[in-house]
């Protein structure tokens, strides 16, 4: 189990943080699972160049042809790039049979290994940021989720889990900054418009708040969580009869807890009088 609770509660008028965003390996991880599961061997593809300079290289030529100097300097290049994948992709197999047994230690040098051969080897990534999530190593981790958005700001994945490791550290300003990078790549993630759309509330920002809960029901509607956020930011925002009509859906979704259905109710009264 790679979750990992936020140690910091939020109130209930800031929409529950701690309840609906829980810092986790989202589902594109495939989570601690994936890494103990015996992993699927990706072997690149050879380009078509290399594939060419094989048959060449398999014929002995009836006359020799001297190589450009570019043209060596290609042919060096792919051999390591090919050598150094292959390199972190063994690496990485042998990080899941450590995990598999066991042996964090292990696991975590073959991971860094791996990263130093191929820094772009995704799923390496994934795992060594799980060991350490897992090992309370949160600081390397959030250094990992950051080189891993440099190198790949459309990991949409990453962007959530910093900005959730930021949030577990009151650090809420970073986790915008954080979720706004990569929104390009996560505007389509309902999950991630409202988790945006929450921390802005919490900092006030209630226009920005109303517009990503709105964008994030669109995508999925049956939340009532998101719901009763729509209708706190509303009421902020001096739309009292918005925010009745929002808590009140919030009360037909799923989601809500004890706790915020009465208050829920207890905000329909007060608009209501």
């Known amino acids: 189990d790679l979750s990992l609770k936020l140690t910091k509660v939020v109130d209930v008028n800031k929409v529950a943080l701690h309840q609906q965003f ?25 380009s078509t160049e290399t594939i060419v300079r094989h ?14 100097p570019s043209q060596n300097t290609t042919s060096v290049s792919i051999v390591k ?5 292959q390199g972190a992709e063994t690496e990485y197999r042998q990080a899941s049979s450590y995990l598999q047994q066991g042996r964090q230690s292990e696991a975590l040098s073959a991971l860094q290994q791996a ?9 390496a990534r994934q795992a060594l940021i ?26 949409s994945n990453f962007a959530m889990i910093l900005a959730r490791l930021q949030v577990e550290r ?3 300003n970073e986790a915008i900054i954080s979720l706004q990078a990569s929104l390009p790549a996560g505007q389509e993630r309902a999950d991630y418009l409202a988790f945006l759309a929450a921390l802005k509330q919490k900092t006030g ?13 669109k995508k999925h509607p049956s939340n009532g ?27 037909t979704q799923p989601g809500l807890s004890a706790e915020l259905h009465a208050f829920v109710d207890q905000k329909i009264a007060s608009l209501q009088k």
Do not use: C
């Open 225 to 251: 969580v998101w719901w009763m956020g729509l209708g706190i930011s509303l009421q902020a925002d001096g739309a009292p009869q918005e925010a009745i009509d929002a808590f009140k859906q919030a009360k």
């Open 170 to 172: 009151a650090n809420i």
């Open 55 to 68: 048959e060449i290289a398999s014929v002995k030529p009836a006359v020799s042809v001297a190589s450009s």
């Open 81 to 85: 790039e090919t050598s150094a994948t």
């Open 22 to 46: 829980p810092v986790s390996l989202e589902t594109t991880m495939q989570e601690k699972g994936a890494i103990n599961e015996k992993p699927t061997v990706t072997t690149p593809a050879p």
């Open 205 to 217: 920002a209630h226009k920005e708040a109303i517009q990503l809960y709105r964008q994030a029901l």
């Open 115 to 123: 990263l130093k051969l191929d820094p772009q080897h995704a799923p």
């Open 130 to 155: 799980s060991v350490l999530i897992d090992n309370n190593r949160q600081e390397e981790a959030m250094r990992e989720l950051k080189h891993g958005l440099a190198l790949d700001p459309h990991q």
